[in-house]
């Protein structure tokens, strides 16, 4: 009997030291899937930011194309890949959205690489719960997000119609120098807008409510950096 009982001392301690081992790999596990939560957040609201201000920028356009329904010029450089968006900066609506998904520390600017579109950085809010692994007890998960803004159209300006000949004066008639254009006159179609699936706009200065959503001309996407 006393050696199943030395047996039985000699057990216990082994029996502790595998469940405070078990424990402890349970808490770095619970740490490593606390983090992987953090990143997803944090990448959620960097996307979310990033295409909210790409969408903000799009739907600033939408005034200008009402304002220069008659410029052929100005429809052929905003439908160009070269088109960098307006002048407005729209970073206020990613800290907005970012603010919305819980996190802060947000940096954005326009990209300067040729693209129309936006970066967002920015941290979570909540840091991490534990400090199972070394120096990560409130640490803030990073992320980083880049939106940008394509035409799904192309425009076709109106070609130029050949001036009417020039008919000779009656010599018995004066020339009427002062006569200016009808300022009734309605004023042309300037061209067409062609986008994907067959859609087809005609950019009429005389009815701007023709024009489509600018959801419909351009797209807002998430891109590499």
């Known amino acids: 009997m006393l050696g199943i009982s030395d047996e039985s001392g000699q057990a216990a301690p082994l029996y502790i030291t595998a ?36 969408k903000e920028s799009r739907s600033l356009l939408e005034a200008d194309l009402k304002t220069h329904l008659a410029d052929p010029d100005f429809f052929t450089s905003v439908f160009s890949p070269s088109f960098l968006g307006g002048p407005d900066n729209s970073c206020w609506k990613a800290s907005t959205f970012a603010a919305l998904n819980k996190a802060s520390a947000v940096r954005c600017r326009p990209l300067t690489d040729g693209r129309w579109g936006y970066e967002v950085s920015l941290k979570s809010d909540k840091g991490m719960s534990t400090n199972i692994v070394p120096g990560t007890e409130g640490k803030k998960a990073e992320a980083q997000a880049v939106a940008v803004v394509e035409p799904r159209c192309s425009f076709a300006p109106e070609p130029e119609s050949t001036p009417e000949p020039e008919s000779t004066p009656d010599p018995g008639s004066s020339p009427d120098t002062d006569e200016d254009p009808d300022p009734e006159a309605p004023v042309a179609p300037v061209g067409k807008v062609r986008c994907d699936g067959g859609k087809e706009w005609t950019v009429d200065p005389e009815d701007p409510t023709l024009m489509p959503d600018v959801a419909d001309l351009f797209s807002v996407h998430l891109a590499e950096k």
Do not use: K, T, W
């Open 19 to 54: 469940v405070v081992g078990l424990l402890f790999f349970a808490l770095v596990f619970f740490a490593f899937g606390e983090a992987g939560v953090q990143r997803n957040g944090a990448q959620s609201a960097a996307d979310a930011s990033a295409l909210a201000a790409a």
